[in-house]
């Protein structure tokens, strides 16, 4: 097949395409993002159930003292202690149900932060459609994966991000090569690969 350019400047500006700092860095910015969520939501959760054993703490407190402050007097105590002891009685049963409805709403909170982290964790670390789109037409990564697979090439990455393998599928021969990307061959060798392959 005959070529209207140069195949050595073809290759030339195919390899200048391949400049992967950018994306680095934009995966880099990506994962301390998530990072920054992830410890942020523990964070809440965290300070939502601290909070509410402490509640159920001084519940528990307020509930041993108002027992004992009940068995300390007997029928027979003065008509004033029994006064006394009904008006504290009163403001004991007033704050375990202060502390009972705070306890109801610390849980419903909490019910909806573990809803919202549920979500958050449905959506993924690419979030939903609407925020995928939005960093498809934004994310120069995402760009360069949709023309690479224009031209049948896959890129893949591995557990900590970096894309060192691709699949280079040729329609018209119906051939699927599986290229591991290793850094001690340069980038011309590859771009010179994946241009003789499709």
């Known amino acids: 097949m005959l070529l209207d350019e140069d ?43 601290a909070a509410l054993k402490k509640l159920s703490r001084s519940l528990a407190t307020l509930s041993t003292q108002h027992n004992e402050t009940i068995s300390s007097h007997s029928s027979m105590d003065h008509a004033s202690q029994i006064v006394e002891l009904d008006t ?13 409805i705070e306890g109801e709403r610390l849980e419903q909170e909490l019910e909806g932060l573990k809803g919202r982290l549920h979500e958050l964790d449905m959506q993924g670390v690419e979030g939903d459609e609407a925020t995928k789109a939005k960093r498809e037409i934004d994310d120069p990564t995402i760009l360069k994966l949709k023309i690479f697979r224009s031209l049948g090439i896959d890129a893949e990455a591995d557990n900590a991000g970096k894309y060192n393998k691709a699949i280079i599928r040729n329609i018209k021969k119906g051939d699927v090569h599986v290229v591991n990307i290793d850094p001690k061959f340069s980038r011309f060798f590859y771009a010179q690969y994946f241009w003789q392959t499709i």
């Open 88 to 100: 504290q009685k009163f403001r004991i049963a007033k704050a375990a149900s202060d502390f009972e």
């Open 7 to 49: 195949p050595a400047t073809l290759i030339h500006h195919t390899i200048g395409n391949f400049n992967t700092a950018p994306d680095k860095i934009a995966i880099g910015r990506i994962n301390e993002s998530l990072s920054t969520l992830q410890q942020a939501r523990d964070l809440r959760i965290g300070e939502a159930e």
